[in-house]
């Protein structure tokens, strides 16, 4: 497969593609205010522009970013909304000279008030977006709150419970990083538009493409080169980034690469949501959850982007793993004049999932339990119904996986014998419970319905043909197993096709944990299709190879295309917010166990249990893989990487700064695969997993912290200097400081 | 400077020191100035960031191989690192191992491997980054530094080469040449102790380097540094007087924490806050004196 | 400035500007697009190489520093097509997800190698730490790289 290319080091990344003749490197003017008005732009007069390509918002037919809301601009033209906004693009061979004709252009700009956090957004004192600052409300209601005053009614259903907590819960903004920096290669010729580049969705950037230039579909051909990492931070951007690189191109007449270097990268692309949540939860005083009052709120950033769709995911995770009788879950998103954010593993449920793990542990200490056997007694099992109304139908893995990584751990005999204690050292170790939906929300898929084609090669093999994208985790083995399996031949003679807009159909993006579950499920349905007409067509003792290529001469050629369809009872209500808002859920319980210097307050994760229900596991090596390096991602979430802010400028946008774990900072991973079939999955029930390792981390973590010190901390990101700060303002519950 | 300014630059690579002592003497008045490169973990980091490619470049000048400014000898109780000897080296040096294991354990804490094949003690020497690890593992050694000219060698201890942030004494046209300390015995103990952001490629919060003697309940010797405590590698002088004044038993917390405090002069920045450095550098110093037999 | 090297067993000369970046000669007038560019400050390893059989960032040696001296890329590993247990066990453990520091991490761990015949967790651990992954939780990495010290402890040892 791929890997001999990536260890032999001859993996073609767009930094890598050879250059063209007359090719240019193209650059990106951008703001320095976090809101203001554009009076003007002024390229200095002294400066030589021979030979510099200029680009502005009026080179652009159609001045908007094609996502959900018609909001964003490819260049501001007018209007400034963040400090990195894009104003004008450069393009010239010579580096040297790129970089002095950016130090060239001038924009002047009136300084508006800007509104950098929640808070502040909330108070609408300024009021940068709509009538409020506010862009999208949703609100699920069950039991109790299913009424028109559903917060009367879920405030007295509160009241009437034998114990009702209260807490406030935040996480913070968090980059991708992932290690392969954003870049495009564009250039046109009579067949139209090409980009080449860094992403995850090729038919994104297509649709961007037909929106900004006003194209015909078979005008504009996208092509995924082989992509470092994505995470969710290449779903959306590379979309303005192709954009800008083609712009430059269509005006020079020339090839255009733009490479943004790490700095850029971290300042100008998306990132994970900031959210603020409240909880108010009710239970019998045995631990019996029953009401769940729950409001986040989540930082869009400049532009809408995404955030519907995470504030949506947050909102319909927000409840956990639980099973509660009364709901009343709000969800906003507002706008703040910070770079926009978007889509990031997890896409809005590890915020939620921060939230309502830390009120439970708050819970479990209001009732002096242990929180992990608080979360287990209350976990949703099958039959039950979640938040939305979604009667749990099976593939419900949580219990299983909660006993599974306590008996591994040796989790309660831990928790029970109290922190260890050495020297000026304490162990603890701390668990979360979660649970991650498979696929889009709701009616997503069959909205989107997915596209894949399995062709029939001669040599009787098989070529898959999907616009689902290999970014490091695994696509491409996975599918050719999940073909070579459906048709009964070697995984050897399966071929994956360069995902190009020109060559293979829409399978919908590499997004929300759907590639395996969704796309590979039709990939199955494909492939096996072929196969049945290669055996259907053979003739007594004629060898699989024989059948297909005389079918191939008889026919020309042998392809299958299938388009997703969601199981027939999956029924969900976008307007009330009930039903079944994802087909099944993957299953997890997080267990870490980590030392806390009591002097300095570092931290290290010595090891972390996952126990996953992922259906079926079809490669378990890459399996394993999603779910630790998901996990670390959600280590370094909770414990290091932070954005540093000043008035909407990033100060710490470089990796000396920004601090991601290193190996000696990654903990030993014990990784337990359960597999609860989910009947509609592929391989023999596979469901997606690619999200749900970054949920629970930061909770498991923080309540490992809990046992070990006895400070327990609701806010994210847990560094040493805010559990200094918090063990010496008292919030501390037992434990050795 | 820029990234694409690098192929402006001219570099020259000396063939003697007194020939490079002669050059950047001679090129003193360069409106760039002159650049001596050594690993590049400063300058080529520098040279990336900066992004602006205003004013005049500097001369640089490749000491990474000069014979002179390299190598460990130990000699009449006076260990010498050279200026331009790597991390790496130091690290894996039998005589720095036997004679100064703080600085051996210390070197693995510098950045990660690649740095540790690449940084040198002299260059963070002469960057004066009071965040340089290097500086303030050697420091407690209270080493001097050999300074050479066309005037001649000079020797200089740190406290006099380090005058403010990033500021040294070291005059335009000279190089630093080596490091040389005398270390306690064989045996004596020592600490090391790094508060980073994460266990590898970080930059110090806090560290600290110690040695020091006991002679029957009694501190003889005493060296202490900390470093990203202060606008210079931080000596500790109160420090190091309070523990060097009292005997063991008498040590006490507050005693300690309050010469700690008088010594550190912290800020808040992108890696810290100031409470947590002051906090760390008493949490340090206490670790290192309990070793010792203290008991605070 | 001439500059004379030996790469991956091969002499070659450049005739570059001395401050230009080894990674840029590389990657440029060489050829070998093996190293990346990932944060061009020496902190993420995706440049890694070995120079004089130390592993170092290109990004921050200039290429003036280097004449007379060899560098080992990852290309530099195989002999052609033909993996070496290292490479291969990267593959088969999972230690690859999205490859782009899998050339550094492969030079990382090759120079450990070479030094070490059964290096510990915690040994491999620190002769990576300077490179970032982002995908894999290391883990595997640290597997693969175990297997590959056993592969070439039975290529040396022969069989039993």
Known sequence: ?737 | MSVTDLPRFDMVHPESLEALCTLIHEEKERPGGVAMLAGGTDLMVEIAQTGSRSGPLPLVVDISRMAPLRGISFDAGRLRIGAATTYLEIERSGLVQQHAPLLCRMGQDVGGPTIQARGTLGGNLATSSPAADGVAAIAAYDPVIVLRSVRGERQLPLAELQTGYKQSSRAVDEVIVAVECDPPPVGSPWIWRKVGTRLAQAISKVAMGGVAVVDEGRISRFGLALASVAPVTCLMSATRAYVLENELSAVSTAGLDAAVERDVAPIDDIRSTRDYRVHCSRAVVRAFLRQLGASV | MRVELLVNGQERVVEMPPMVRLLDVLRGQLGLIGAKEGCGEGECGTCTVMLDGEPVNACLVAIGQCNGREIITVEGLAEGEHLTPLQQCMADHGGAQCGICTPGMLIAAEALLRRERSPSDEQIRAAVAGNICRCTGYQRIVISIQEAAAARREQSEGPR
């Open chain 1, 1 to 737: 497969m791929d890997g001999a290319a990536k260890v032999l080091g001859t993996a073609q990344y767009v930094d890598d593609l050879s250059a063209k003749d007359g090719e240019l490197h193209g650059a990106t003017v951008r703001s320095a205010v976090a809101r203001g008005r554009i009076r003007g732009i002024a390229f200095d007069e002294a400066f030589d522009w021979s030979g510099v390509t200029r680009v502005t918002a009026k080179d652009v037919p159609e001045n908007i970013v094609q996502l959900i809301v018609d909001d964003q601009p490819v260049l501001a033209d007018t209007v400034i909304h963040h400090v990195y906004e894009p104003i004008v693009l450069l393009a010239c061979e010579d580096r040297a000279k790129l970089a002095d004709a950016c130090a060239a252009v001038t924009i002047d700009v009136e300084p508006l008030d800007a509104v950098l956090d929640i808070a502040s957004s909330l108070a609408a004192k300024t009021v940068v977006s709509g009538e409020d600052n506010v862009q999208t409300r949703y609100l699920i209601t069950k039991g109790a709150a299913d009424s028109e005053d559903s917060e009367t009614k879920i405030d007295e259903a509160l009241a009437a419970c034998e114990v009702v907590v209260t807490g406030e819960y935040s996480s913070h903004h968090q980059e991708q990083l992932y290690i392969e920096t954003q870049g495009m290669l564009a250039w046109w010729d009579e067949a139209g538009v090409h980009v080449t580049g860094s992403l995850q969705c090729p038919y994104y950037v297509h649709k961007g493409f037909k929106r900004a230039f006003g194209l015909e579909g078979d005008a504009i051909h996208v092509t995924q080169a082989v992509t470092g990492g994505g995470f969710g931070g290449k779903e959306e951007y590379p979309t303005i980034i192709a954009l800008h690189a083609a712009l430059l191109a269509k005006k020079s007449g020339r090839h255009v690469r733009m490479i943004y270097d790490r700095t850029e990268d971290i300042q100008a692309t998306t990132k994970r949501h900031p959210a603020a949540c409240e909880i108010s939860t009710g239970c019998d005083r045995d631990g019996r959850l029953r009401v769940l009052k729950m409001r986040a709120v989540f930082d869009a950033g400049a532009y809408v982007t995404l955030t519907p769709v995470v504030l949506s995911r947050g909102v319909l995770h927000a409840g956990g793993a639980y099973s509660w009788q009364d709901a009343r879950i709000e969800g906003l998103s507002v706008t703040t004049n910070t770079p926009p954010n978007g889509a990031f593993r997890g896409f809005g449920a590890p915020q939620t999932i921060w939230a309502i793990e830390r009120h439970l542990d708050r819970v479990a200490r209001e009732l002096g339990r242990d929180p992990a056997e608080l979360k287990r007694q209350n976990l949703l099992v099958e039959g039950d119904t979640t938040a939305t109304g979604q009667v749990l139908r099976g593939s419900v893995g949580g219990e299983e996986c909660a006993d599974k990584a306590f008996a591994s751990s040796d989790y309660f005999a831990k928790r029970a014998a109290g922190p260890v204690i050495e020297g000026r050292k304490a162990r603890g170790i701390g668990a979360s419970l979660f649970m991650h939906g498979g696929g889009f929300t709701g009616s997503g898929e069959r909205m989107l319905k997915g596209r894949v084609a399995v062709d029939l090669q001669a040599g009787g093999r098989l070529l898959i043909r999907s616009g689902s994208t290999d970014i490091g985790q695994g696509t491409e083995t996975v599918f050719s197993q999940i073909a070579a399996d459906a048709a009964g031949i070697d995984v050897s003679q399966v071929s994956f096709a360069v995902p190009s807009t020109t060559t293979v159909p829409d399978s919908g993006p590499t997004v929300a944990s759907r590639t395996v579950m969704v796309v590979g499920a039709i990939v199955e349905q494909a492939a096996a299709a072929v196969a049945a007409q290669v055996r259907a067509a053979g003739r007594d003792d004629e060898s699989w190879v024989d059948a297909a290529d005389r079918l191939l001469a008889e026919h020309g050629e042998l392809s299958v295309l299938k388009q997703y369809e969601p199981p027939s009872w999956v029924d969900w209500d976008e307007t009330t917010y009930k039903g079944d808002a994802y087909p099944v859920y993957a299953w997890s319980c997080d267990i870490a166990e980590v030392e806390v210097d009591l002097d300095t307050f570092e931290v290290r994760v010595l090891q972390f249990w996952t126990a996953a229900d992922v259906g079926k596991a079809i490669n378990p090596v890459m399996c394993r893989g999603q779910l630790e390096g998901g996990a670390l991602q959600a280590i370094g979430w909770a414990l290091s990487e932070d954005i540093v802010w000043r008035d909407g400028h990033i100060l710490n946008p470089r990796m000396t700064n920004y601090i991601v774990p290193t190996a000696l900072d990654a903990p030993r991973f014990e990784t337990i695969l359960v597999e609860c079939p989910y009947p509609h999955g592929p391989g023999g029930g596979a469901k997606g997993i690619g999200e749900l390792p970054m949920d629970g981390g930061a909770p498991a973590v923080a309540a490992a912290i809990e046992h070990a010190t006895g400070v327990s901390m609701d806010h994210l990101p847990l560094l040493p200097e805010r559990l200094l700060l918090a063990s010496m303002a008292g919030t501390t519950s037992q434990g050795a400081i």
